[in-house]
């Protein structure tokens, strides 16, 4: 599968974004996704996932209850949408699949990524 997402920009501290992630291929509705990011210096970490069909998902800590991410198997897409944004969600953004089980949230265990957006949040 490949993946192209998109959506990043430039945004004040408060502000919203939605990220996008389409993929190639017939097969989308068989990959869990998953969004992560890296900020410079720092490692690649968790941010979303969501299972096959969209019925599970789970985001991290750091932007429980700001950030949501959904799929439309339909339109072979994922995306994050991302609330009350703070400077500190500074990062490249990726997606990534991986096929079978859902609720992986180790950037290892994902072999299929996205080129990343960049998101600004100025404050």
């Known amino acids: 599968v490949q993946l192209q997402a998109s959506g990043g920009g430039l945004v004040q501290a408060g502000g919203s974004l939605r990220l996008s992630c389409a993929a190639s291929?017939?097969?989308?509705?068989?990959?869990?996704m998953g969004w992560f990011r890296q900020a410079p210096g720092k490692e690649r970490e968790f941010v979303a996932l969501?299972?096959?069909?969209?019925?599970?998902?789970s985001t991290s800590n750091s932007v429980k209850g700001r950030f949501t991410i959904s799929r439309d198997n339909a339109k072979n897409t994922v995306y994050l949408q991302m609330n009350s944004l703070k400077p500190e969600d500074t990062a490249v953004y990726y997606c990534?699949?991986?096929?079978?089980?859902?609720?992986?949230?180790?950037?290892?265990?994902?072999?299929?990524w996205g080129q990343g957006t960049q998101v600004t949040v100025s404050s």
């Open positions: 990534a699949a991986k096929s079978g089980p859902y609720g992986y949230t180790e950037h290892s265990e994902y072999p299929y």
């Open positions: 291929g017939r097969t989308f509705s068989t990959y869990s």
């Open positions: 969501i299972s096959q069909r969209g019925g599970v998902s």
